[in-house]
């Protein structure tokens, strides 16, 4: 056998040595009526683990290409060369060839661990099931008639929706706009997706904040696109630095999550937000302005957007019901010039035909009721309460071996951890205790730093969930 396998390449070992014993199926080097090599001798050969060997023809039994016979060894499987030659395909090689990128291994991890496991979870950046308004719902789904239709809806999502929408920004947000400048979204999520899809091309630069959510979106690698950092402080980020990254490398888009900015939960202060948007006026640079969490002020004071003092359209602003009313109704929306909205509603249109009437409507009679701001009231008053508790159990657990800043709204909190430690492994042993958290070079961030998401849990489990995090560190310290 004169393949070997490449230990310089990402690919893990297992899967090359699937693949070349697929190819070898195909090519004849494996001939149907003899046994394949054992796990032993492949593993002799090659001078690779027995394990890899045991993983590779997991791979091809799942994908019916071997079977595993006791007593007989392993042979190539009698479906693929029947009397029409038919041949499962390999999906291994679709799967890697595919130009949509996936997310992380880490993230993947994450979501795994969280998804099927019952761990304190103060990693998912959404809000728990106690803070979801269901008594106010389940009023409007059972006392009042669905009157929509079950059809497609307009391109731009339903009318109703976008003026209720109108009005809410204008009373919560501050922002003057209309219906035709405003598009419905399956979540924030896929706002982003079609800014990047429809209005920029491979090759193009953009400036993305460092740490930041959207450093770990694999969006803007599938697109081809060049992201620029700017590092955020406790203001935000530098406008002198933006105008400076602009000179060098031609940025033409700006992404900002300037209120309570998911990790850190900075907020721009004044000064920068209006130069920000002078840097944008200047030299005529789009700014993306994500916002889920300025409604979450702890203070009371509103955060004026981004998009609120923006006189000149340089603004394309997104945000979405899943931080402040349920994730599960997938609403969210942009707000832009009407050329612009057209366009990606063209392209939402081609995605799914528009969104789901039944969600639209359930959405619209929330945001006129008055139960919308009794429930944004009491949101907050709750998750200050459990922005409270992870700050004292942080404190009484970890003390000084850790450093950070208390949010003022949101729903994160960014943590350096001052002791030297291996991410990986603290996550691994984190697990083991039952608690989850989101390493820090995941936002793209320097080493050393978690975040801690407050909303998924209660004040208990908050407090369970930092004394188990501060244990495993201890515990590799």
Not at 184 to 191: D, Y
Not at 328 to 356: C, M, N, T, Y
Request: charged share 25%; aromatic share 10%.
């Amino acid at each position: 056998m004169d393949w070997k396998p490449d230990r310089k390449v990402k690919k893990a070992l297992y899967k090359q040595l699937a693949e070349y014993i697929e190819n070898g199926i195909a090519d004849g080097t494996f001939p149907p009526d003899k046994p394949l090599p054992s796990e032993r001798k492949l593993a002799k050969e090659f001078n690779i683990n027995r394990s890899t060997v045991v993983a590779a023809y997991d791979e091809l039994e799942a994908n019916g290409l071997i079977q595993r016979n006791r007593g007989s060894g392993t042979t190539i499987s009698k479906d693929i060369w029947g009397i029409t030659k038919k041949r499962i395909p390999s999906w291994n090689r679709y799967i890697e060839a595919g130009s949509f990128l996936p997310n992380q291994p880490l993230i993947q991890r994450i979501r795994y661990e969280t998804a099927g496991h019952k761990l304190i979870n103060l990693a998912s950046g959404e809000l728990s099931e106690d803070l979801f308004p269901k008594k106010f719902l389940r009023a409007i789904t059972s006392t009042r008639s669905f009157a929509g239709s079950l059809g497609y809806d307009h391109p731009q999502g339903n009318k109703e929706l976008r003026e209720t929408i109108t009005k809410h920004v204008r009373e919560y947000r501050r922002i003057e706009t209309n219906p035709s400048s405003i598009l419905i979204t399956s979540g924030a999520q896929q706002a982003l997706h079609l800014v990047v899809q429809c209005l920029l091309k491979p090759g193009d630069a953009v400036a993305l904040e460092d740490p930041s959510y959207n450093y770990n979106l694999p969006i803007f690698k599938t697109a081809g696109i060049k992201p620029y950092f700017l590092p955020v402080d406790k203001d935000g980020i530098n406008p002198d630095e933006l105008l400076a990254l602009y000179k060098k490398h031609r940025i033409r888009m700006i992404f900002l999550n300037s209120a309570f900015q998911n990790p850190t939960g900075s907020t721009l202060n004044e000064t920068r937000r209006k130069s920000i948007l002078e840097i944008s006026s200047e030299y005529g640079i789009p700014i993306v302005e994500d916002d889920p969490y300025s409604l979450t002020s702890f203070t009371g004071e509103g955060i004026p957007t981004l998009k609120s003092m923006d006189v000149h359209g340089n603004v394309l602003y997104i945000s979405s019901l899943s931080k402040i009313v349920a994730s599960g109704l997938r609403i969210g929306w942009i707000i832009g010039p009407v050329p612009v909205i057209e366009r990606l509603s063209d392209a939402k249109q081609q995605i799914d035909f528009g969104h789901a009437s039944f969600n639209q409507w359930i959405a619209n009679d929330f945001l006129e009721s008055e139960s919308f701001h009794t429930h944004f009231k009491n949101l907050v008053k709750e998750l200050e309460k459990r922005r409270n508790q992870i700050v004292t159990s942080l404190n009484h657990f970890l003390g000084d071996q850790v450093e950070f800043s208390v949010p003022q709204g949101g729903i994160h909190l960014w943590c350096r951890v001052k002791k030297d430690y291996n991410e990986m492994q603290l996550l691994e042993e984190s697990i083991k205790r039952g608690v989850i958290f989101v390493p820090g070079s995941t936002m793209g961030s320097g080493k050393g730093f978690v975040r801690f998401t407050f909303a998924r849990e209660d004040e208990d489990s908050i407090h369970e969930g930092i004394k188990r995090f501060a244990d495993a560190l201890n515990y590799l310290s």
